[in-house]
C-alpha cells in the first residue's frame, strides 16, 4: 500500500534541514510513498500550502543550507480553529501521518496535533540542541563551528590589542551552543542559563589571570545567561551588559561581538548531513510503519524512535559533567 | 599527593592531538600533577626521550593539527627488550602511569605494556574510528569533514564534464570515513571492507542511473574496500583499480582523485576538539585516581572509563544500520 | 654593512601582519640585517619597548591571525613629546629605519616622523583597502572572504522565514568591504559613504522585487554608509537604524546582523598571505637599500615603492566603475 | 535594438564560472538583449544545443561550483567541417556575438572563429592563471586557496612523523598555482616548469635545514616541473618521481600527495565570484557594443578589453620577480 505523508519544517531555520528532506523524499520515492511538502511550518498545513516533493525536486539540495519549503513559528494550537484546519488538510489530501521538523516548541505543539488523532513523527533540529531524548539535534554541530571558529577570530584581535572580548551567541533557555564552542575554542569563561555567573568573582579571576601574564581574554555568554550579581544596566542585549560590567569591574578594554543570524546559517556540516539524512530515512521508516506519534532519536551510534511525548519534558540542560569539564578549563 | 603520568601519541597523527594534551596537561597542572611528554610514540619512551609539558608549553595549541610530540608507528612488544626499556624508563621517571593517545594499533600494543604492570590510560584516536568501545575516536570527525568537502569538490567537477568521479578515501579495514563522508556529501556508490560490493552490478545501476537523465556521478572508495569481482588489474592503488574497471564496464569517462594525507591533516573541527577535550580529562582523571589499566571512551553524551582489553576485541566494523541507510541512498 | 631596522603594527590588527613580519625577519636573516621588533604600535617605539626578532621567533606565525608583535591606535606626533621620544628611541637602537606596518591613519603620522628625519617604509594594511597608492592592502582579501560568507549565511535564513536582512559590515570612510563582500555574495542592495542611498527608493525597489516572486533580499550596509533621507532615529549603529528604517518603509519582517570582529580576526586567507609576503619582503627591500622613505604598493602583478606621501592623498574611495557595477546586479 | 548573444564555457571546468554566467544574464536581461547557453564548450555550438538562459534559471548560482553548461576540451578548428558547424548555428540562431569563457586553449581556438566573421568575447578562466593580457583568470584565487590549505594540511603530518612530504599541483607548462599555494602556505622547495630545478642540489639543502633543527619539509611540484637532473624512472606522475628520487637522495621518509581534481572544484571564493562578475559585465558590454572581438582583462583596478589576439601570444610564465621571491623564502 502507499501512503502519502505530510512535511513540514517548523521554528527557526538551522543547517541541515534540506538534508533530512532530502533524506525523507528520496526513501518515500523508493518506497512508492508520496510526500506533500507544507511551506512555512504548520502555517502551511493550516491554509492548506503544500505540493508534492520529488527527488527532481530535493536535487542539489543536500549541501544548502536553510529550508526550501520555508519555516514559521506558528503553533496550530494557539490559534482559534488552529487544530481543526490541519485536521481538515490531513483530511482532504489524505495524509497517513505528518512528519515534523522542529525544535522544542514546534514539536511539543505537535503533540496537541497528535493526540487530535494524526499520526505525527517528530525530528529534533535546533541549534540549541535542546531537545529531550536524543543525544543531538540537526543544526548543532554546523553551529558549534560557526560560533567556534567565530571565536577562534575573536582571539586574535583581543591578543593583538590587549582586550577583553566578550561574544554573545545563541542560546535562551540551555548552554549548549555557548559551552561546546566555548571550550572549543579556548574561551577563558562561559556564561550559560544552567549555572548562574557571579560576574564580581569573574571580574577577579580574569584580573588574576591578566596578572600572571594573559594580555587579553575571551568570555562567552549565552544569550539566556544567568547571573547572581547585577549587570549594568544597559539597553543592549544581555552581551552588552556583561562587557559594560566587565569593564567596569576590571578596568580593560572591553569588545563585544554578537554573533546573531550567521549561527543559523550556511552549509551544513558533514556531521549535520549525516545526522539529518539518518534522522530522515528514520522518520521515513516510523511513518510508513504507521504506529503511534513518535519523536525519532539519535543515541550513541543508533537511530532510533521514542514516544513523541517525550519532548514534553521541556528543553534538556546541559549535562553537570559537561559543565564540571568546562569549569576545570576556564577561570570560573 | 602530586603524581608523574608519562604521556604519549602513536601510530598515524590526526586532527585533535594536541587538544587532547593541552586537556591533560591544563588538568593535571591544575591537580599538582606532572606530565611527562615522550616523543615520537612509545618509542619515545623506549629511548627516554621525553621532557616535562607546562601550560606554557601546551599554549595556543588546541586549534593546531599533528601533535607537538611527534609520532610513529612503533610497538615495543615487536622489539626485543622493548618491553624492558620502557619499565626501566617509567622505573627511572617514577612514572604512575602512562597515558597513550594511540589507534588500534598503539593501543593493542599498549595491552601488553599494562600486562607488564605498568598503568595504562587509552585515549582513542584515528581517523578510521575504528577503536571498539567508544562512540567516537579523535580525528574521526575532522577526516570527515576534509574528505566531504573534497567529494564536493568532485561532483561539481564531474557534472561540468560528464564524467564518472572515483574518489579513495583512506580505511584499510573499515568504512566509517568512506561511508560517512559519502553519504554526507551525496555519493552515488560507496564502497567498503564491510561488504563486498559487486563491480558488474554497481556499473549497470550507475548505467541505467545515466540513462534516466544523470550525467555523472560519485564513487567514493576505502583504500581496502572488498570486491566480489575481479579487478582490472592495474599496478596503482584500489580507487585506480576501480576507476579502470568502471570505465572499461561503463564506457563512461573516468576520473580518480587519491585524496591522501590531506584526510590526516589540518586544523581540528570544533566538535573533534571538544572531544579531544573530554577524553583528554577523562584519561587525566582516571590516571590520577590509580586504578586498573583503562580505555575512555565516549558513548552517548557521557564520557566513561573501560577495561583496556576491550580494544582487544579488534576494529569495530560500521554498523549494519548504517550500511543500509548508504544503501537506500546510493545506487547500491 | 648590516643594518638594524625597526618593525611595528599599528591601527587594527587583520589578518596577514604576522606573514608580512615573517617575511621580513627570513629576508633580513638572509641578509645579515637585524630586525628589532616594537610592542603595540609607535607606543612601543616611543617607550622603547621592543626585542629581537628571529627566525626562530616567527616560525610557524605565516597562518596566524592578528600580530605577534601587538598593535595600538597611538600617533606620536598627537602626544606631547612623542616625536623626540622616537627620535630617541632610533638612536638608542642604532636603527637605520623603520617597517611601519598600517593602515591609513598609522601611515599618515608616519610622514611627521620620516619629516623628523627618520627612515620610514610605510607598509598599507588594513580591511578597509583605503590606502591610497596601492591595489589592494595586507587584510582586505580575508575580510572580504570572511563577509562574504556571513552574507551567504544570512541569506540562507532570510529565505527560510522571507526576511529583509541588514547586514552591517565594517567601512567608517569607504565601502569597499561593503561592496566587494556584498556583490560576491550576492546582496540585493549595498549601501556605501562614496553614494548616498536614497532610502525610499530603496525601500520601494525592495517591494517592487517581493511583488515580483523573492521573498526575502539581504541588504548590505558600511558602518559610516550615507543617506540621503533621515533615518528612524535609533539608539543603535547605522545597520539598526537603516533596518528599523527599511522595516517601516517596506513593512517587511526585518533582522539585523552586526559582523562586528570577526570581520578582523582569523587566518589569512592564502591571497592574503601572498600580498603580505611580497609586500614585506619589498618593505625589507627599501629599508635595505637606504634610500629616501616610501610606500610599498602593489600594482597589478608588481610589487613597486612610491613616496611615503602618497598616503597623505586620504582614504582611496571605491573606484565608480566598481559603483556602477554594484548598481546594475542590485536593485538601486 | 535587442541582441542575442551566444555563451559558452570550455576548457577545464573551475570555480567561478556560475558567477559570469549570471553576471552576463542578469545585465543582458536589463538591457533586454538575450543570451543563448550552449552546452559542452565548441561542441554545444557545433551542434548547435543551446537554450535561452534567463534570470530564473541562472538564480542561486553564484555560489556554486562547476558551470551549469557543462564544459568540453572540443576545438572546432581541429575537426573537419567544424568552424561551417559553427557558422550556420550563428546565422540559425541569428547571434550577434559569442562571449567565450576559456582558458588559453579554448581562447586560441576562438581566434580562428573570429577569423571567420564572428565576433567573440573572449573571458579567461583557468586555474593555471597563464591566460596572457589579463592579471588574474577566474578560478585562479579559489584553486591558491584550495591548494594552500591542503599544503597547510600536509606541514601538521610531516612534522608529527618527521617526514619529507611531496605534494604535486596543477601546472602543466606554468607554475602559477605551484609558486603561489607553496609561497602562502610556506613550502620550503617549490619546483615549476619555469626554471629548472637541480635535484641533487635540493636534496642537499633539505639535508643541511634538517641538520640544523627542522624535522620536516613540504616540497610543492607544478605537474610540469622542469628538472636539470633525471628523476628516478618511475611509472607515476611527477610528483611520485620527485619523491621517489628525494628519498633516495636524501634518505628522508617521504610522502607523496597528488591534489588532483578537488583543486578545479568547489565554491567560488569571494574573491573568484567578485572578478567572475567584473569580467562578465565588461564581456557582456564588449559584446552589446558590438565591436571586434576582445579579450576582456582585468588589470590593477580596472576591468578593460584587449585584442582577442592577445591570447596567440601563448600561456603566459611566472613573473621573474615572482620567481626570486620565491627562492629567498624557500631553501633553493
Redesign the interface.
Known amino acids: 500500500m502507499h501512503l502519502r505523508i505530510g512535511l513540514l519544517?517548523g521554528g527557526?531555520?538551522c543547517?541541515g534541514?534540506n538534508a533530512a528532506i532530502r533524506?525523507i523524499v528520496?526513501?518515500a520515492s523508493?518506497s512508492g510513498d508520496e510526500i506533500v511538502g507544507f511551506h512555512?511550518g504548520w502555517r502551511g498545513v493550516v491554509e492548506g500550502d503544500g505540493d508534492l516533493l520529488t527527488n527532481e525536486r530535493t536535487k542539489g539540495i543536500?549541501?544548502?543550507?536553510?529550508?526550501i519549503l520555508?519555516?514559521?513559528r506558528y503553533h496550530p494550537d494557539e490559534h482559534e480553529g488552529g487544530i481543526r484546519a490541519v485536521l481538515e488538510t490531513v483530511e482532504r489530501e489524505g495524509l497517513d501521518g505528518i512528519i515534523v521538523i522542529g525544535g522544542d516548541g514546534t514539536l511539543t505543539s505537535a503533540v496537541s496535533i497528535a493526540e487530535a488523532g494524526v499520526q505525527i513523527v517528530g525530528v529534533p533540529k535546533t541549534i540549541d540542541n535542546d531537545v529531550t531524548g536524543t543525544?543531538s539535534c540537526i543544526g548543532f554541530?554546523t553551529a558549534?563551528?560557526?560560533?567556534?571558529?567565530?571565536i577562534?577570530?575573536?582571539?586574535?584581535?583581543g591578543?593583538?590589542?590587549?582586550r577583553l572580548?566578550v561574544v554573545e551567541v545563541m542560546g535562551r533557555t540551555t548552554g549548549w551552543l555557548a559551552l561546546?564552542?566555548g571550550?572549543?575554542?579556548?574561551a577563558d569563561a562561559i556564561c550559560i542559563p544552567e549555572e548562574p555567573t557571579r560576574l564580581e568573582e569573574l571580574a577577579s579571576m580574569l584580573r588574576k589571570r591578566h596578572d600572571s601574564g594573559s594580555?587579553s581574554s575571551v568570555v562567552v555568554v549565552a544569550e539566556g545567561a544567568a547571573f547572581e550579581d547585577e549587570l549594568i544596566a544597559d539597553?543592549g542585549s544581555v552581551g552588552a551588559r556583561v562587557a559594560a560590567s566587565l569593564e567596569a569591574l576590571t578596568g580593560f578594554e572591553t569588545?563585544?561581538?554578537?554573533?546573531?543570524?550567521?549561527q543559523?546559517?550556511?552549509s551544513p556540516?558533514?556531521?549535520d548531513?549525516?545526522l539529518a539524512?539518518?534522522l530522515g530515512?528514520e522518520a521515513f521508516d516510523v511513518a510508513h510503519a504507521g504506529g503511534p506519534s513518535a519523536l525519532v532519536a539519535s543515541?550513541?551510534?543508533?537511530?532510533t524512535s521514542l514516544p513523541l511525548a517525550t519532548v514534553a519534558a521541556g528543553p534538556k540542560p546541559v549535562?553537570k559533567?559537561?559543565i564540571d569539564?568546562a569549569r576545570?578549563?576556564t577561570v570560573l
Chains 1, 2, 3, 4 share one sequence.
Open positions: 519544517t527557526g531555520d543547517p534541514l533524506a528520496r526513501t523508493n512555512h543536500l549541501q544548502a543550507g536553510g529550508t520555508g519555516t514559521a543525544d554541530a558549534v563551528e560557526t560560533a567556534a571558529e567565530a577562534d577570530r575573536v582571539h586574535t584581535t591578543e593583538s590589542h590587549d572580548m561546546c564552542s571550550v572549543a575554542a579556548g594580555n539597553q569588545r563585544l561581538t554578537v554573533l546573531g543570524h550567521v543559523r546559517g550556511g556540516t558533514a556531521s548531513r549525516f539524512t539518518r530515512i543515541i550513541s551510534e543508533r537511530t549535562p559533567s559537561y569539564m576545570r578549563l
